[in-house]
């Protein structure tokens, strides 16, 4: 037994649905361990309570984005953040997680110390003052991106007189009733701008350098929602996500296998949403669907704004930004108010804390994934990345509840490291794997810092769920890769291995 134990017995980094679902998961399944959150923000949410553009809310079904042990009851399942913040607050109340939470703690810096058989962790208060935890195991719920910097295209605004802001840092009461305002970009961010900002601006234009595909469902799963009127809500939840589950997996396998006929059902919606005159090269990518992720129209919100003249889609590349608006190299001008730079989120890793490992610092682009959870010959740490094929939590979820089954292992054998082992023997056999098959622009921006990835299991980030489910639920925690040692005399165990494969 270690002289004196650490602080807690996991550690959580961020209060968003990855840190938040870790807490509730090991309340339910790892009820001897302790824990704590540090949430670096005043408020709980992530994502959700960061953003504040207009009509920000999901891009996937709650029923998926929703965790598996606790039912989406709202109406839509297309949800907007308020609707997902109470959702969070909810269960974090219900469950007596709050309490729990420590906000304005921002972690700076994690250094694992084998002889310990724990991290010290160094966090930064919002005083500016800095504290330091301790904790046996460490689990990054931080995020896939940079909180602090998004992406930044290198825009020369020169002689606009306008206002520009990024969706990220969106200014509090921004008054643009009677604007014209263009948002830059194609994504999920500007889709969902555009329509949210046509019912007060004059005129709103989505400028995208390239087109990005498009699909409309109703914001209501009236499946759901009848399932939810005559059965139980756990079972009716369970039903309606297996439900949604399966047409992810068929729709992304689909237009994978059978691109054109993708196609041609997404072509066939939009021009039932616009009519038959429709620019159809403005909604024809330069790829195939699910070469990047589809983008969600719900209730053909964005097709009516354009119906109604108070939305357009203008393809063209920025020649300058002048006086009046945006001059295009077509030589055109788009006369702008309001310029909104939807271009895009900046990758970081591990919320860009300073990781160690007995002092010494941890390249994350050198290691491999070890189940998408945990990372090869680094001790007890696990992180979530959610899929891009499908929706976050559905990651997050079965990360949780395999870190829980390890921390009970642990606990049951006494031991306090627990180490994906890859000695270099073996990782000179592995055949690497593109971590990422998707052409999206802040995707092979970051992959230069992304972890590697192998062609076979365990040694990768995989992206097919279903199949994930079954492996990380079924598959023996001893599989000969993982170690479970003890701190002290025991506790080089993992590093001999190594070395005695050198």
């Given at each position: ?37 540090v949430e670096q923000r005043e408020n709980l949410g992530g ?412 040694w990768r980030l995989n992206q097919e769920y279903v199949v994930d489910r079954k492996r990380m ?30």
């Amino acid at each position: 037994m270690l002289a004196t134990p650490p602080d807690f017995d996991v550690l959580i980094v961020g209060a968003g649905i990855s840190g938040i679902g870790m807490a509730a998961h090991m309340t339910d399944k790892s009820p001897h361990h302790s824990y704590a959150i540090v949430e670096q923000r005043e408020n709980l949410g992530g994502t959700w309570d960061l953003f504040r553009y207009p009509g920000i809310r999901s891009d996937s079904d709650m029923h998926t984005l929703g965790f598996d042990f606790e039912p989406w009851r709202h109406e839509k399942s297309i949800a907007d953040a308020p609707s997902i913040l109470a959702y969070l607050n909810k269960i974090v109340d219900e469950r007596g997680i709050r309490q729990n939470i420590r906000f304005g703690h921002k972690v700076i810096s994690a250094d694992f110390r084998n002889d310990e058989a724990r991290w010290h962790v160094e966090m930064e208060k919002e005083d500016g003052s800095r504290t330091h935890l301790t904790a046996n195991f460490l689990y990054l719920g931080s995020g896939y991106y940079d909180y602090d910097e998004p992406y930044d295209p290198g825009f020369d605004f020169g002689e606009f007189e306008g206002q520009v802001l990024h969706p990220q840092f969106w200014p509090k009461d921004l008054d643009y009733t009677g604007k014209k305002v263009v948002v830059v970009g194609s994504g999920a961010t500007a889709v969902t701008i555009v329509p949210s900002m046509a019912d007060k601006a004059a005129h709103v234009t989505m400028l995208q350098r390239t087109p990005t595909w498009m699909f409309a469902r109703p914001a209501k799963d009236k499946i759901a929602n009848f399932l939810r009127k005559i059965l139980p809500d756990k079972l009716a939840y369970r039903i309606t996500r297996f439900k949604n589950i399966k047409l992810q997996d068929f729709s992304f396998k689909m237009a994978r296998n059978k691109p054109q006929k993708v196609k041609d059902a997404l072509y066939k919606g939009i021009e039932k949403a616009l009519g038959p005159g429709y620019d159809k090269a403005s909604f024809t990518p330069p790829y195939d669907p699910w070469d990047q992720r589809l983008c969600l129209v719900p209730d053909d919100d964005l097709f009516r704004a354009m119906k109604a003249g108070k939305a357009s889609v203008v393809t063209g590349h920025i020649a300058a930004f002048e006086k009046g608006g945006v001059r295009l190299q077509s030589g055109d001008l788009i006369e702008a108010d309001i310029i909104v730079t939807a271009t895009g989120l900046k990758l970081a890793i591990a919320g860009k804390i300073a990781i160690s490992h007995n002092g010494e610092p941890v390249q994350f682009h050198e290691r491999y994934y070890y189940k998408g959870c945990m990372f090869s010959n680094l001790p007890n740490l696990a992180v979530v990345f959610g899929y891009l094929n499908a929706s976050w939590t559905l990651r997050a979820d079965i990360n949780s509840d395999y870190v829980c089954r390890v921390l009970n292992h642990m606990r049951a054998t006494g031991s306090d490291i627990a180490t994906p082992v890859l000695t270099p023997a073996d990782e000179g056999k592995i055949v690497e794997d593109d971590i990422f098959d998707f052409s999206s622009g802040y995707i092979q921006r970051g992959k230069a810092i992304m972890p590697k990835n192998a062609i076979d299991y365990p040694w990768r980030l995989n992206q097919e769920y279903v199949v994930d489910r079954k492996r990380m639920a079924s598959d023996p925690l001893l599989d000969g890769l993982l170690t479970f040692t003890r701190a002290g005399a025991n506790a080089q165990e993992a590093e001999e291995q190594l070395e005695a494969a050198e």
